[in-house]
């Protein structure tokens, strides 16, 4: 089993840029595709980014061109740099680890951690 743990969430500024980090318990996250979703008030779970083993990464359209995630495999972290962040992006940001490379459905991913809060806001 892995565990997951989301770091780095803050309130900032729009336009600001902030970077996630997402470590796991085990030694080694190679197996999994590691996955960030995020959940504002109201709204549901939604996908954001997910990188597979090799490093490819994949993004929901509305984050395409401002985030970046990429992967440390031997130190088991993945993080996710935000950049021009909005209002929009105001959420709690989960990490998530699967096996299942390029899709961003809640159900395909197994072990979850507790999430940080963005804020954007001025």
């Known amino acids: 089993q892995v565990q997951l743990v989301e770091s780095g969430g803050a309130l900032v500024q729009p336009g600001d840029s902030l970077t996630l980090t997402c470590a796991a318990s085990k030694d080694t996250i190679s197996p999994y595709v590691i996955a960030w979703f995020r959940q504002a008030p109201g709204r549901e779970r939604e996908g954001v980014s997910s990188v597979c083993l090799g490093g490819t990464a994949y993004y929901e359209a509305s984050v395409k061109g401002r985030f970046f995630a990429s992967r440390d495999n031997p130190r088991a972290t993945v993080t996710l740099q935000m950049n021009s962040l909005k209002p929009d992006d105001t959420a709690v940001y989960f990490c998530?680890?699967?096996?299942?490379?390029?899709?961003?459905?809640?159900?395909?991913?197994?072990?979850w951690g507790q999430g940080t809060q963005v804020t954007v806001s001025s």
């Open positions: 998530a680890a699967g096996l299942t490379c390029g899709v961003l459905n809640a159900e395909d991913y197994s072990y």
